[in-house]
């Protein structure tokens, strides 16, 4: 295959049109007159995380709240470890861009005296079945941004550690893309896929993160040599058996308890009901013959249960059709419950880039936003345009000062013939989607999968990480015949770099922080006298370095020190 060069130049570079993709661009077009571009390897219409609706927003300061104490319900959900600058620059803004979405059309449900309608603790409800169109379609009214669809980047352009572009390849045209830029802001979002999903074969698909984020931010970052940060606290999420719809829909919407076969409620037996004692709770009940375990939603009225309808048709329909299919509903029967298998997502856990208070990574030139942003937990969706406003802002500033970065045809033909070798590879004994299995298995089995009931050991990290390695070494020998097979191998090359990084990560936290969520079985014990510190790390020369970093207070104006 024969691929058309196409050199292209704005000053604002965005790669990812998701939820803080769509709402840096927005920002930078309404602060400056820059030329701004956003690309997306699907359609901004309906891609990322929202790409399906949402219906709530759960990083809201409700009544009784305030940025300070949500700075200290992330601190304690999150075990201590966390960048509370970044979750406090975020607080300070939640409201507003949840006001800036509702002028743009988003409907946000009120009380009879126009309050905003409070699902728990920091959360609204939405009617948000078209949230993503309504992103997609504001970015559209800008000249200034510019749009390209189904283009997958694969690497940043970097010059002397500056970040001056990307490059990437169009998905269905035999094009190659080098998109030069005077800033680079990341949003990406987190990543699926690396472990083997609770649905196997046909179903795999059927997961709690979107299944098409395959960590490319994260892996492209690794491979240009940003720290990144905190990969270790994965993100497993607790989720309605089979379906793996939300249960904050229901644990917040009608007030219900977690419980198990016998009606007893559990969490409180195993500690604080934090985010990941839940999820932990939930596995020891059914490991001890509690199981199975459910929410208590059994004798709720019909007028609740009509709720719950609409709210997963808003965002996790199968969980309606289920229950439409079997005749039956939520007020006649409890939802069983189970946990996922991990993922890698800052905007839950604080997995990411390295960052400064203005969102800028320790390259320079890029920065990034959303959820490949490490060190601030909890965000969800209006965390991640609070981000995506944070970078932007700070993005239009430096282009002022900065030129155009010159083009180097070197430099892109190199890139050019890496895509071409893929074609020109000869036959390989492994499918992609047999790699994909086998990276799955081992990251299953060696790296605190299900099967493993989330937990590791350092003997089985380290069996992991040579076969991840062995793995990377039969990825570069695929064969493809087409775009569409040229982006899957590229995006098992990323799961590879990001997993490596993930098993590094969790060997070097030499305790147990995060129930679940890193549960090393050589330290089962929390502590906090030698690791209330952040575990860093930094890709070179094919191994991933690991350093520490102390942690960082609320008001601490943390600036990078190259």
């Not at 009784?64 to 979750?87: A, M, N």
């Not at 079997?326 to 946990?339: K, L, R």
């Not at 320790?362 to 990034?368: C, E, H, I, R, S």
């Amino acid at each position: 295959m024969q691929f058309k060069v196409n050199i292209l130049h704005t000053d604002l570079l965005i790669i990812g049109g998701g939820t803080a993709g769509c709402f840096s661009a927005l920002t930078a077009a309404e602060q400056s007159d820059c030329k701004i571009m956003i690309v997306e390897k699907a359609n901004i219409k309906r891609s990322g995380c929202l790409a399906a609706g949402v219906n709530a927003l759960n990083a809201y300061i409700g009544e009784d709240e305030t940025p300070e104490s949500f700075v200290e319900y992330v601190k304690q959900d999150s075990e201590g470890v966390i960048r509370e600058d970044l979750v406090y620059s975020i607080a300070k803004r939640l409201n507003t861009v949840t006001k800036k979405m509702e002028e743009l059309g988003l409907p946000i449900l009120k009380d009879e005296n126009g309050n905003y309608v409070q699902r728990g603790r920091g959360s609204i409800k939405i009617n948000g079945e078209n949230i993503k169109p309504l992103l997609s379609e504001a970015v559209y009214k800008h000249r200034s941004i510019e749009v390209l669809n189904k283009v997958n980047m694969i690497d940043y352009l970097v010059h002397d550690r500056e970040v001056i572009g990307a490059i990437g390849f169009s998905i269905e045209e035999p094009k190659f893309i080098a998109v030069y830029a005077k800033a680079v802001i990341c949003t990406t979002g987190g990543a699926a896929g690396l472990y083997k999903p609770n649905n196997p074969g046909f179903s795999g698909h059927k997961m709690w993160y979107s299944p098409f984020n395959a960590g490319a931010g994260y892996a492209m970052g690794i491979r240009a040599g940003a720290e990144m940060t905190s990969f270790e606290m994965r993100f497993i999420a607790l989720r309605c058996k089979d379906t793996i719809a939300p249960t904050g829909t229901v644990a917040q919407g009608v007030k219900v308890k977690q419980v198990n076969k016998k009606g007893e409620t559990y969490v409180r037996k195993y500690g604080e009901p934090t985010t990941p004692m839940r999820l932990y709770a939930t596995l020891m009940e059914n490991e001890n013959g509690n199981g199975p375990c459910y929410l208590q939603t059994k004798g709720i009225t019909k007028e609740q249960e009509q709720e719950l309808y609409k709210a997963y048709l808003n965002m996790a329909p199968a969980q309606t059709l289920q229950w439409l299919e079997h005749n039956t509903g939520p007020a006649s029967q409890n939802i069983e419950i189970q946990g996922t298998e991990p993922y890698i997502v800052g905007g839950h856990t604080a997995s990411g880039y390295w960052i400064d208070r203005n969102r800028k990574t320790t390259l320079k030139g890029l920065y990034a936003a959303g959820d490949v942003a490490g060190g601030s937990p909890k965000k969800y969706v209006t965390g991640c345009f609070v981000e995506g406003e944070i970078a932007a802002l700070a993005a239009v500033n430096e282009i002022q000062q900065k030129l155009s970065p010159a083009v180097d045809e070197r430099v892109i033909q190199r890139y050019v013939n890496s895509l071409h070798r893929f074609f020109e590879n000869g036959s390989c004994l492994y499918e992609i989607e047999e790699l994909e299995i086998a990276m799955q298995k081992i990251m299953d089995e060696y790296a605190g999968g299900i099967s493993q009931q989330y937990a590791y050991s350092e003997q089985k990290l380290i069996i992991a990480a040579a076969r991840m390695d062995e793995l990377m070494d039969v990825a570069y020998t695929l064969q493809v015949k087409d775009l569409h097979e040229l982006l899957f191998i590229h995006e098992i090359i990323d799961r590879l770099y990001v997993g490596r990084v993930l098993i590094e990560h969790l060997k070097a936290r030499k305790e147990t922080r995060w129930k679940c969520y890193q549960e090393n079985k050589d330290y089962p014990e929390k502590d906090d006298a030698n690791w209330k510190k952040y575990v860093n790390s930094i890709y070179g020369d094919g191994k991933v370095n690991i350093l520490y970093r102390d942690l960082i207070e609320r008001d601490e104006a943390y600036e990078h020190s190259h």
